[in-house]
């Protein structure tokens, strides 16, 4: 059965740091594109990061220079870590693996940015 399990979501401060991380079993990261997303209150779900296998990465326009995806092959598990956190990052946070003939969701992770 596969499953993917993000962690580490929470309340920060404005400014502060947040590291979220997706597991995986049944899957392989190693073979798979993996997509954090986002999901903020009355608004569509969005791309925030993606890495593929091959390592490349890619981010959405309002993340760059704050957010970074980095993946670890032996753990099978691909991280987000999240600076200079604002208001309008808050949202639910999905992991997604997609590889041949597969996509699956990971359950979600909350993220609040107050003061």
């Known amino acids: 059965q596969v499953q993917l399990v993000e962690s580490g979501g929470g309340l920060v401060q404005p400014g502060g740091s947040l590291r979220l991380s997706c597991a995986a079993s049944?899957?392989?990261?190693?073979?798979?594109?993996v997509t954090w997303y986002r999901q903020a209150p009355g608004k569509q779900r969005e791309v925030v990061a993606r890495?593929?296998?091959?390592?490349?990465?890619n981010y959405a326009d309002p993340v760059k220079g704050r957010f970074t995806i980095s993946g670890d092959n032996a753990k099978n598990t691909v991280d987000l870590q999240m600076n200079s956190l604002k208001p309008e990052d808050t949202a639910v946070y999905y992991c997604?693996?997609?590889?041949?003939?597969?996509?699956?969701w990971g359950q979600g992770t909350q993220v609040t940015v107050s003061s």
């Open positions: 890495i593929t296998s091959g390592g490349m990465t």
């Open positions: 997604n693996a997609r590889g041949p003939g597969y996509t699956y």
């Open positions: 049944g899957i392989s990261f190693s073979i798979s594109t």
